[in-house]
């Protein structure tokens, strides 16, 4: 049925009832098990209620019962395109009981891999917002093909592309392969910026992109920060907060990058803050991989047992997805006595009902797809 101009002068007069319409558990929009019980008007979000848990795995109080370093594998199954993120977070939680010394090449092998996370990290989740406001796959295949690229960077290190199993208290697990430099050098220098770039350049000024995008699902920097969202949320609604520089770990203090920040709080801002904050990743990457010594890659022995001393301590990294905490404590035996996991993911996602209110529901989709979930992280 075709709409006539003065049909839609009378639509202000249609007479509508509120209804429930639940998306998901099994939804394409929902980017995993994740249901959205929304209230409508018509197709104006009135109000909506994130259900969550349908993947909870027991994933902390499996934690409890693993020795701590059966939980470094066990971190790559939270958020599975942060895998390398995972690690760190938890090795340097450990660290701080442990009071060991990271050897100096293995820190910047650590940043090295953090950065190189991100960047695949961002890469995806570009990708996928194309596919969420209706671009269906041309874009995240080409996003895709640079993350292969990583990834298979850390299937050299590693021996695996997603469960990496990488990190270990005091260093890495195994050194750098010869071939492994050259190859990172070339990505770093010569292929990223050159994706990244063609992404800015045929993305950021689209048409579409913007109509769909600007000025929908806005969150202010007033709520980013009373719903204690962080990463993405925090920068794109115009707070400059980011834990690299805020409260900084391993040896970030020691590069020159800077911290974006954008202040419109929408959709277009969460995509656009990820182009920019793949370009500083670069500057970092560029400057580890020039400045990386030669050296041992851990801290004394490898041990597949360890007892930790007595102690609590708390841990956190600035992943793709925002801060990424580990709260452990250890009772002096071989396995946490407590061991919890603070996830950006999930505290990002509380935010969706104050995004999503009196946008239509076609925007709930990009407003989702804008914070970026994986509900590996999420549910646990």
């Not at 953090?114 to 990290?121: F, V």
């Not at 969420?132 to 041309?138: I, Q, V």
């Not at 929908?216 to 609604?237: C, F, P």
């Not at 400057?287 to 301590?313: C, D, F, H, T, Y």
């Amino acid at each position: 049925m075709v709409v006539q101009p003065e049909e839609l002068a009378r639509l202000d007069e249609v007479r509508s009832e509120k209804i429930i319409v639940n998306m998901g558990p099994q939804h394409p929009s929902t980017h995993g098990v994740f249901q959205m019980r929304v209230l409508l008007d018509g197709e104006t979000v009135v109000d909506l209620e994130p259900v969550m848990g349908f993947m909870h795995r027991n994933h902390e109080k499996i934690g409890e019962r693993n020795a701590w370093l059966m939980n470094m594998p066990y971190t790559d199954r939270l958020d599975y395109l942060a895998q390398m993120g995972n690690n760190f977070g938890y090795a340097i939680t450990v660290e701080k009981l442990l009071g060991v010394e990271v050897p100096e090449r293995a820190e910047y092998i650590r940043v090295i891999m953090a950065e190189l996370n991100r960047i695949q990290s961002h890469m995806w989740s570009i990708g996928f917002l194309l596919n969420d406001l209706g671009a269906f796959f041309t874009p995240s295949l080409y996003c895709i093909e640079e993350r292969e690229m990583i990834l298979d960077l850390f299937e050299m290190v590693a021996g695996s592309r997603l469960m990496v199993n990488y990190f270990r208290f005091g260093g890495v697990a195994h050194d750098l392969p010869e071939e492994f430099l050259p190859l990172a050098k070339k990505l770093v220098y010569e292929r990223l910026p050159r994706a990244i770039e063609e992404l800015d350049r045929f993305l950021t000024t689209n048409e579409i992109v913007q109509v769909r995008t600007k000025g929908i699902g806005v969150l202010s920097a007033e709520q980013a920060i009373n719903l204690s969202t962080s990463g993405h949320m925090l920068r794109a609604s115009g707070v400059k907060w980011d834990l690299r520089r805020n409260d900084p770990y391993s040896i970030y203090d020691r590069f020159d990058f800077e911290i974006p920040v954008l202040y419109g709080g929408d959709i277009y801002d969460r995509y656009y803050i990820r182009i920019l904050e793949m370009w500083q990743s670069l500057r970092i990457l560029q400057q580890a991989l020039e400045q990386i010594p030669e050296g041992e890659v851990l801290a004394g022995q490898k041990k597949w047992s360890i007892r930790v001393p007595k102690g609590e301590a708390y841990g956190h990294v600035e992943n793709p997805r925002g801060e990424l905490g580990f709260y452990v404590v250890s009772d002096g035996g071989s396995n946490p006595y407590r061991y919890h996991v603070r996830s950006g993911a999930f505290i990002n996602l509380t935010a969706l009902s104050h995004m999503a209110k009196g946008y239509k529901v076609a925007d709930l989709i990009g407003i989702l797809g804008s914070i970026d979930i994986v509900l590996g992280e999420v549910d646990r």
